[in-house]
Structure formats: C-alpha cells, structure tokens
C-alpha cells in the first residue's frame, strides 16, 4: 500500500482512457521502424500525463506496414506485463475512409480502399486479437456487411473520416456500428446546413461519439453544443495525438504527413495551411481545456475521459471504487500530475 502524504490539495483521480493515440514525445505507432522499446517508451511518456490505458492507433497504410506494427505492438505487450496492462486493445483507423479532401483529412490517399474482411482477419492473426475498434467510412463499398462482422466478433465498429449520405449511418447502425470518431472533424470545411452526416451521427442515440477537446479541434461553443446533443453518457474524450504532440513549436518531417508544423499554440499542421495533422495535446490537457473552457465540470469530465472509454472497452477501468483496476493518478487542483500508478505499482512521480 501507497501512503501519498506530501501532495496538500492533491486530487486521487482515475487513471485516463485513451482510445486514440497515434504517437507522443517524437515516438509514433505509424512508423516504419518502430520497436517494442518504442512502444513501452511511449507508454511511459503517457504515463507521465495521467494516461494509464491506451489503444494505440494505427492508421491507412498498406496492408503489410499495418500488420508489422500490429506484430510489433503485440511484442511489446508479452515483454512487459505493465505495458499489457495499459494496452488492452489497437484501434485502426483507416484504410477503409472516404478519399475526398476534408473528410480523409492527413490520410494517405494513395492507400485507401474497400473494407475487407480477409484483411481484418489477417490483423487479428498478427496482433494476437487486439483489434478492438476500426474506424471506417460507411459509404465504402461492402462497409455494411463488414460493420455487421466485426459487430459479430464484439470489435467496435466507428464511423469516421466519411462524407456518407445520412442514410449510410442509418444503415451503419443498424449493422452494428457503436461510435463515431472525432465527430465533427475529418470532415468538409463546407457541408450542406442540412441533412448532413455530423447532424445524421449527432442525432443516432445507438451511437457514442469521441470528441478532441484540444481547442483546435472543435471550438468551445460546437465542443458544448455537441456534447449536449450526444449526452455525457455517449461521450468520451480521445486525444487524437500524434508523434509531435509534447515537442517544440517547429517544423518537422514524419512517417506520417511528411511535413509537419508544430504552432507555438500547440496547433498540429499540415504546412502551408491550416489543415490539422492530429493532435498536439495529451489527455490530461484535453480534460484541463474542457473543464477550463466549457460548462463540464471536473467529475462529468473524468467520466468522459476515462469511465466512457473503459466502458467502451469493457475493461473494468476508469473508476476508483471497489474492483476496479487500481489505476489511480495523483493531479495538483489545476490537473498537474503529480503521481501515477498502473495496475497498483508506482510508474511515475513527478
């Protein structure tokens, strides 16, 4: 047992969900020579920022990339039981997205294409079954019948980087699809007022959704009015972070997008415009922002981040009470993590 005696003030906190990470601290899922050393390390950074439980994200590449990565993260895993414990699932998203500007965002579109269901297994196979959530566009030719699969199977399946008709979510739903990804974003700069897809998805109780409350994503008023709309029990906070989230404000050359402009603001770019590139922020921050800039209070704002995507996960995390997993973070009142404990051990101290 843990006595904490020297943090006055402090909050004891549930450790935080994160269901979308692509890389922090200058390390990413997405590249081409990651190592099982790389995906403990960045475990570690996240560990830092309150982060206990996280799905890392692997995004449209071809096939063979995406199944090596998988290996190497399901390596990772077996070397280091907390590295296991902090990662119960992989998200992919991709390559199954829509191929217009807008709503494939950064992806790459040279690699995009239909869902298959050979595919997915051959992930699975390579990944030990970790694949838990795969975010497509329901639009996509056979999208259907694969959502209705993976629904079968118990993988989430989350609509994402789509221009589909509201009836492409109808019938996605009605397949089995539970989420949908970063509402609001991978989207186009200009949509019809109405019927939209964003409205089709914020109107679809069977649906949760994730949001980037990072205050580049969404702006305060959409971030309240979605919320709003979806209910806190269907919303959960995603980071959306990328390699170059926790880094300095500069330009820098990735796997994935290629050049990248970090803001001083911590806005994450494509160069030469104002296309986001992911995320610049950690969980924690994303909490911090809507807390600090929104109605959501403290409480309602941890259940986002952490209760809803445990949930989601069917992990028994994400809560401090009888039962639940002991990942605990120790926060300052303004959410500076102070001390972090995975699985009851000790992994950080500031």
């Known amino acids: 047992m843990t006595e904490i005696r020297d943090a006055p003030g402090a909050l004891i906190l549930p450790g935080l969900v994160d269901i979308q990470v692509n890389g922090y601290a200058g390390r990413d899922f997405n590249a081409d020579d990651l190592s099982t050393g790389d995906v403990a390390e960045l475990v570690r950074e996240l560990w830092k920022r309150g982060t206990t439980t996280l799905c890392p994200t692997i995004i449209t590449a071809p096939e063979d990339k995406i199944i090596r990565n998988l290996r190497v993260i ?4 077996e070397a280091d039981p907390l590295v296991r414990q902090a990662i119960p699932a992989v998200h992919v998203e991709g390559p199954y997205l829509a191929p217009e500007d807008g709503p494939r965002g950064a992806h790459d579109a040279e690699h995009l294409r239909d869902p298959d269901l050979a595919e997915f297994g051959r992930w699975q196979e390579a990944s030990g079954g970790l694949v838990k959530i795969v975010t497509l566009a329901p639009e996509r030719a056979g999208a259907v019948g694969y959502i209705a699969e993976l629904s079968r199977r118990n993988v989430v399946a ?12 109808e019938a ?3 397949a089995g699809a539970r989420l949908s990804t970063h509402l609001g974003n991978g989207a186009h700069a200009l949509i019809r007022r ?20 990072d205050g580049h994503h969404l702006p305060a008023d959409t971030f309240t009015a979605m919320l709003r709309a979806k209910g806190t029990g269907r919303a959960l906070l995603v980071s959306d972070s990328v390699a170059l989230a926790g880094c300095a404000p500069g330009d820098y050359t990735t796997p994935v997008g290629g050049r990248i402009t970090v803001r001083e603001d911590g806005r994450v770019t ?5 296309l986001l590139a992911g995320s610049g922020s950690s969980l924690i921050e994303c909490l911090a922002w809507a807390v600090t800039r929104t109605e959501v209070d403290l409480a309602t704002a941890v259940g986002l981040a952490a ?3 445990a949930r989601l ?3 028994a995390r994400g809560r401090v009470e009888p039962g639940a997993s002991a990942d605990l973070i120790v926060t300052t009142p303004d959410l500076s993590v102070l001390r972090t ?3 009851g051990v000790p992994v950080h101290s500031a």
């Open 172 to 174: 996605a739903v009605r």
């Open 194 to 213: 109405h019927p939209n897809y964003i409205w089709a998805q914020l109107a679809e109780d069977r649906l949760a959704a994730t949001f980037i409350a």
């Open 341 to 343: 404990f995975v699985n």
């Open 313 to 315: 996960l069917g992990t």
């Open 74 to 77: 399901a390596a990772a895993r």
């Open 307 to 309: 209760a809803n995507p």
């Open 158 to 169: 989350s609509i994402g980087h789509t221009a589909a008709a509201p009836a492409d979510v």
């Open 270 to 274: 494509l160069p030469g415009g104002d």
